[in-house]
C-alpha cells in the first residue's frame, strides 16, 4: 500500500500497490499494520455505502462530535467521486485547511479521514456507489455538519452540485467553535 500524506494533518490518500501477472493483479487496500505504522487508527466497527444515482450528488460535509468522533476511510466501488476532508480541529497545523482527491472503482484508491475533520463528497458520474469503514458507531446526537460552499473553507469543487439533500444545504456557516 502506498500512503500519501494530504494537505490535511492525519489525513491521507492510500492507494494499492499492484502486483500484476498474465492473470490480472493483486493488491492489498487495507492492512492494519501498515495502518499503525502510518500513525493511522486501524480500527473499524462499521462498514457503509451510498449510492449515488446522479452525477453531481453531493454528500457533506459531516462530522461527529466528541466522544463520538470518527476516523474514515471512504472508497468508491463503482464510478467516480471528488472526496474531501476539512480539518476542523483548533490546536491542529492544518485547522480550516481541507484536501480532495478523485477515488475511482478502478483505482481502488482510499481516503482516510481523521477524527474532528469533516467529510464529503460530489460524484463525478452517476450511478456512483462508495463505501466507508468507520472507527465508531454512529451516534445521531452527535452529528453536525458545515457547508460544503462555505468560504470559511473556500473548498474548490470540480463541478457544481445538482443533487443535494436540506439537510447538507442548510448547515450553518463555520465559526471558530462550532459547537
Not at 452527535?142 to 444545504?169: H, Q, T
Request: charged share 25%; net charge negative; aromatic share 12%.
Amino acid at each position: 500500500m502506498i500512503f500519501a500524506e494530504t494537505r490535511v494533518a492525519g489525513a491521507f490518500l492510500i492507494r494499492p500497490e499492484r502486483l500484476a501477472d498474465e492473470r490480472g493483479f493483486f493488491a492489498r487496500i487495507y492492512c492494519e499494520r501498515e495502518m499503525t505504522e502510518h500513525g493511522l487508527d486501524p480500527r473499524v466497527v462499521q462498514r457503509s455505502v451510498s449510492y449515488n444515482k446522479v452525477r453531481g450528488t453531493l454528500r457533506g460535509m459531516h462530522y461527529q462530535i466528541a466522544p463520538h468522533q470518527e476516523n474514515k476511510l471512504v472508497s468508491c466501488l463503482r464510478g467516480a467521486i471528488y472526496d474531501v476532508v476539512v480539518d476542523l480541529r483548533p490546536s491542529s497545523t492544518t485547522y480550516r485547511r481541507w484536501t480532495g482527491a478523485t477515488l475511482t472503482a478502478e483505482g481502488f484508491e482510499a481516503l482516510f479521514v481523521p477524527k474532528g475533520c469533516a467529510h464529503g463528497f460530489v460524484t463525478l458520474v452517476d450511478e456512483a456507489l462508495v463505501h466507508y469503514e468507520i472507527s465508531d458507531f454512529h451516534h445521531p446526537e452527535s452529528a453536525r455538519g458545515v457547508r460544503y460552499d462555505d468560504p470559511a473553507f473556500a473548498i474548490e469543487w470540480p463541478l457544481a452540485p445538482v443533487v443535494i439533500n436540506e439537510r447538507d444545504r442548510g448547515y450553518p456557516a463555520y465559526f471558530s467553535d462550532p459547537e
